[in-house]
């Protein structure tokens, strides 16, 4: 049975070479994102989707204005209008999807890689070799994207017949995070030049490891300044504005003031706490 992907391409394949020019920019991200495919694939998925949504957008909204009571050239008018500005934002989450992807991507290797090229630096000075050590650390899921980037050297090397150098070079172009690939060419220059990987990767493990270090304590003093306006402006704020409203109504004879009162308890207060939640966690240097 023919894959979504694949009747994509067969539809709209001719157009998605005419436009990817206009998309070339694309094809890094892509790769970057670890999206498994071509450019001309993805826009293909990108036209059909919005194709696809734009005639049954069109269609229901002009049904839902006809039901409303518009006439109905003005349902249709409305319907093309709406679907096409749903169509477009469509367009922007496909564009927008790899670079957000990379940039997830990117984040989480920089969180393992400390202890990734500790790892590795381990495995070298057991003089083991290189693609070695390389398809021991793809086996360990716990380094996340780094063990992903790993296999993908190993699978050039092993499947597609790349050398070591061509293999890390490739997968350095590819990579999304500055600082693995500084890692892939600085391997490749130590392995190419004769000089010795171990060293060179126990002074790499140690360069990241107080990067690391110094991260968690910013991360630290971050959090603790978090809590403070935490627990002072939403926790004692929100205690104070309840005790003043109540005091303020029983005065007053407000009737709105127990709806308010339930408004901030039960919807603003976990509101504002489920975003401290998410900003902490945006700015942890952990992996989770």
């Known amino acids: 049975m023919p894959s979504y992907s694949g ?3 067969k539809t709209f394949g001719s157009l998605s ?3 990817k020019g206009y998309f070339i920019d694309l094809q890094d991200d892509l790769q970057k994102a670890g ?3 071509t450019l001309e694939e993805y826009l293909s998925i990108a036209l059909m989707t919005i194709f696809v949504t734009f005639f049954m957008e069109t269609a229901l909204f002009a049904f839902i204005f006809g ?3 518009f006439p109905t050239v003005t349902a249709a008018f409305l319907g093309l209008t709406l679907s096409s500005t749903l169509s477009g934002l469509v367009m922007f989450l496909f564009y927008s ?3 957000t992807i990379s940039k997830t991507r990117g984040s989480k290797i920089t969180k393992v ?3 990734a090229v500790s790892y590795l630096a381990t495995m070298s000075s057991s003089r083991l070799p290189p693609v070695a050590a390389f398809r021991t650390l793809a086996k360990f899921e716990e380094y996340g994207e780094v063990s992903k980037e790993s296999r993908e050297i190993v699978q050039n090397i092993e499947v597609f017949g ?3 150098s061509n293999a890390i070079r490739r997968q350095a172009r590819r990579t999304p995070s500055l600082e693995l690939r500084d890692l892939f060419w600085g391997i490749d220059n130590v392995t190419s030049s004769g000089g ?3 060293e060179y990767l126990e002074q790499k493990a140690e360069t990241l490891m107080s990067d690391y270090r110094r991260k968690i304590r910013k991360y630290s003093q971050d959090l603790s300044l978090f809590m403070e306006v935490y627990l002072t402006l939403i926790i004692t704020g929100s205690i104070f504005f309840i005790i003043l409203s109540s005091i303020v109504a029983a005065l007053s004879g407000g009737l709105g003031t127990i709806a308010i009162q339930t408004f901030i308890v039960f919807i603003l207060i976990p509101l504002i706490s489920l975003g401290f939640i998410l900003l902490i966690k945006s700015i942890s240097p952990v992996e989770e």
Request: proline share 8%; charged share 10%; net charge positive.
């Open 7 to 9: 009747i994509a391409f």
């Open 17 to 19: 070479k005419s436009l």
């Open 35 to 37: 999206i498994k495919y």
């Open 67 to 69: 039901l409303l009571g």
């Open 97 to 99: 999807y790899p670079v």
């Open 113 to 115: 890689l400390p202890f």
């Open 162 to 164: 790349m050398t070591f």
């Open 196 to 198: 010795n990987l171990t």
